[in-house]
């Protein structure tokens, strides 16, 4: 059974870069089909989707957030990571990664349990 | 850029009745692309349906999905305690994945 989990630092000052990690166990980034995907929620808010990558590598990027991020995947180390640049205090939120099952169905059904970012000086 | 938009935004019912919550889309959407998640406070969301209306592994066939189009809808047959939640429409469409603001299931 595939399981997710994040992980980086809980604090990023302003203007600095967040980076996060997200371990993949019980499976393989490189077995296909599957859109690993980086997603956030402000504190009491909805959920907004950040990004994806695909085993092959190929990303495509919420367009609000396109020219800051970045993920890519290290599918000998079974993680994907997430760096946003230049960050604010808007940025801070819970930070999920998730398993999209891709085409023909779309939908995430592996989570992980979130970790919390706070952008403070 | 399609915007889902959910109502109501706060459903207050009983253990034990039908919730029947709405998704709808500023335009016509594939439902194959259309999921409902779940989410308990604390907790990372759930998936519940995907494809508007093939629930996902383990979930129990009280809950429910139908559309097409522009609207869509997730039916709770009978609530649990369990259930009370708030519950999201997503959407996805030309690489892009939308979702709605969700609607909180709150016992009456």
């Known amino acids: 059974q595939v399981q997710l989990q994040e992980s980086g630092p809980g604090l990023v000052k302003p203007s600095q870069t967040l980076s996060l990690t997200c371990t993949v166990s019980g499976g393989s980034i490189s077995s296909g089909g599957y859109y690993w995907t980086w997603l956030r929620q402000h504190p009491g808010k909805g959920l907004e989707w950040i990004g994806y990558i695909y085993y092959s590598g190929s990303t495509y990027y919420n367009p609000s957030l396109k020219s800051r991020v970045t993920i890519s995947v290290d599918t000998s180390k079974t993680e994907f990571s997430l760096r946003l640049t230049s960050v604010t205090a808007a940025d801070t939120a819970v930070y999920y990664c998730?398993?999209?099952?891709?085409?023909?169905?779309?939908?995430?059904?592996?989570w992980g349990q979130g970790t919390t970012v706070t952008v403070s000086s | 850029e399609i915007v889902l938009t959910q109502s109501p935004g706060t459903l207050s019912l009983s253990p034990g009745e039908r919730a029947t919550l709405s998704c709808r889309a500023s335009?016509?959407?594939?439902?194959?692309?259309l999921a409902w998640y779940q989410q308990k406070p604390g907790q990372p969301p759930s998936l519940l349906i995907y494809?508007?209306?093939s629930r996902a592994t383990g979930i129990p066939d009280r809950f429910s999905g139908s559309g097409s189009g522009t609207d869509f809808t997730l039916t709770i047959s009978r609530l649990e305690p369990e259930d009370f939640a708030v519950y999201y429409c997503q959407h996805y469409g030309s690489s892009l994945w939308t979702f709605g603001q969700g609607t909180k299931v709150e016992v009456k």
């Open positions: 335009q016509s959407v594939s439902s194959t692309y």
């Open positions: 494809g508007a209306s």
């Open positions: 998730a398993r999209d099952l891709g085409s023909p169905y779309f939908g995430m059904d592996v």
